[in-house]
């Protein structure tokens, strides 16, 4: 059955370093898109892309980046982890049709300490 | 700007009721899309019901149904004959129909099913 995937599912990590969570969907999916959630704000919008060699950034790109190399894989990776950035991570993929239903993955909780 | 609104942080209802999940949104475009998703503790993100706004129809899947008011700029979701394990978080989502619309959630609303 197609899926999409989540590594790691929990990481913890130190300010300043470079992290990289990574995203692997099997659906075919042109669009990849990545959230984080917190309490309080839903799930905000990071960076998303509607292709290979195609991103674009969301509400709250600051401090992160990606790339799309391939149609299978949208990594997240965060330049300089700050305690800002500890949240749950989701990535998420769809069609591209009309309804643009989203399949999530089942997330990356990320702590900076 | 695109924007969802679900007033209801948490809500307790008694198991075998029906429930409705409050959402209003805001939004120029002539032609979208609402969603509702459910969020179990496990944490993964179970896409429920959609609404196209050029729908006469309210959708309906199974015990979810979504009372669609295109003039009110409403899409309430409605559980019919609550379960325990509909105890979850759910989101209202929406986005435009033009290829670079993104979906935006709304904070959610934390629903608990008492036995």
């Known amino acids: 059955d197609a899926e999409i995937t989540q590594s790691p599912r929990h990481k913890i990590t130190e300010t300043g370093r470079q992290v990289t969570l990574a995203c692997h969907q099997t659906w075919n999916h042109n669009n990849m898109f990545w959230y984080r959630q917190d309490l309080g704000h839903g799930l905000r919008l990071i960076h998303y892309s509607y292709g290979v060699q195609d991103t674009n950034k969301g509400e709250v790109s600051d401090g992160y980046s990606v790339s799309r190399s391939n149609t299978e894989d949208l990594p997240l990776t965060l330049e300089s982890a700050a305690s800002s950035q500890t949240s749950v991570y989701f990535c998420a993929s769809s069609a591209g049709t009309e309804i643009n239903e989203q399949f999530f993955g089942p997330g990356t909780r990320l702590t900076v300490l | 700007a695109q924007k969802i609104t679900q007033t209801q942080p948490g809500m307790f209802v008694q198991e075998k009721e029906a429930v409705t999940l409050d959402c209003t949104y805001d939004?120029?475009?002539?032609?979208?899309?609402l969603f509702w998703y459910k969020q179990p503790s496990s944490g993964e993100m179970i896409f429920l019901i959609y609404q196209g706004s050029y729908d006469e129809q309210n959708a309906t899947e199974g015990r979810y149904s979504l009372n669609f008011q295109k003039a009110r700029k409403s899409a309430n979701l409605v559980i019919s004959a609550s379960q325990l394990g509909d105890s979850a978080m759910y989101f209202c989502?929406?986005?435009?129909?033009?290829?670079?619309?993104?979906?935006?959630f709304g904070k959610g609303t934390r629903l608990h099913i008492l036995p």
């Open positions: 989502a929406m986005r435009g129909l033009n290829r670079d619309d993104k979906i935006i």
């Open positions: 939004t120029s475009d002539q032609s979208y899309g």
